[in-house]
């Protein structure tokens, strides 16, 4: 496997701009959704921020697991999405490092902060105030349930991803084929040649 550093400080360039964009985007988008919201859905909105979270990093895992062979003979068949799928695999460090680092990452922070608003919420409606034992106790509790909740959604999700990977990403491919057809949009577009050979050469790319 090759290393190029220009290709790879293009990449870490777009990818820190890309999490920029999508960190600010998710803290906004929750701050508004929890502001003035009930305390369940308060927290059915937490919930949502895990699975998205849980839900990327399998597919992070995924590419990073499946092989190629299976596509190409998908492809020759004319399945749809396969070709894609053969993108996909051949660019798995970028795909897992979107999913896995920039969604999951940002989702993990997103339902902390989040989970922090609930309980606020919460203790404001009750009467109770900041700084006392009785907040504290309840933080760590809703806190604590985040984690685990995170932790063993993403375990869970690592053995379908890896028990699965073939048909995950075939159904990856079949939306990105989606895009390509309908919105003219290339995830990934290049000819890098084999999974060993994909890592670090081509990005996303919007035509």
């Given at each position: 496997m090759k290393f190029s550093f220009k290709d790879s400080a293009k990449w870490s360039?777009?990818?820190?701009?890309?999490?920029l964009i999508l960190s600010s985007s998710f803290s906004i988008v929750s701050t508004f959704a929890l502001a003035g919201v009930s305390?369940?859905?308060?927290?059915?909105?937490?919930?949502?921020?895990?699975?998205?979270?849980?839900?990327?990093?399998?597919?992070?895992?995924?590419?990073?697991?499946?092989?190629?062979?299976?596509?190409h003979a998908m492809a020759?068949?004319?399945?749809?999405?396969?070709?894609?799928?053969?993108r996909?695999?051949?660019?798995?460090?970028?795909?897992?490092?979107?999913?896995n680092d920039v969604i999951g990452?940002?989702?993990?922070?997103?339902?902390?902060?989040?989970?922090?608003?609930?309980?606020?919420h919460l203790m404001s409606n009750i009467g109770i105030k900041q700084n006392t034992f009785l907040y504290s106790l309840v933080s760590v509790a809703f806190t604590a349930t985040v984690?685990?909740?995170?932790?063993?959604?993403?375990?869970?999700?690592?053995?379908?991803?890896?028990?699965n990977?073939?048909?995950?990403?075939?159904?990856?491919?079949?939306?990105?084929?989606?895009?390509?057809?309908?919105l003219h949009i290339f995830i990934f577009n290049g000819n890098k040649k084999g999974k060993q050979k994909a890592r670090g050469n081509n990005g996303f790319k919007s035509n």
């Open positions: 360039f777009f990818i820190a701009i890309v999490t305390f369940g859905i308060g927290i059915l909105i937490v919930f949502v921020i895990i699975f998205i979270g849980i839900f990327f990093d399998m597919l992070g895992l995924a590419a990073a697991s499946a092989e190629e062979k299976p596509f020759a068949e004319r399945i749809k999405g396969a070709k894609q799928a053969i996909i695999v051949r660019n798995a460090d970028k795909f897992s490092n979107f999913c990452d940002i989702s993990g922070i997103v339902s902390g902060t989040a989970t922090a608003a609930v309980v606020l984690a685990a909740l995170t932790v063993g959604g993403k375990a869970l999700g690592k053995s379908f991803a890896i028990t990977s073939t048909q995950i990403i075939l159904f990856v491919g079949k939306f990105f084929s989606f895009l390509e057809e309908k």
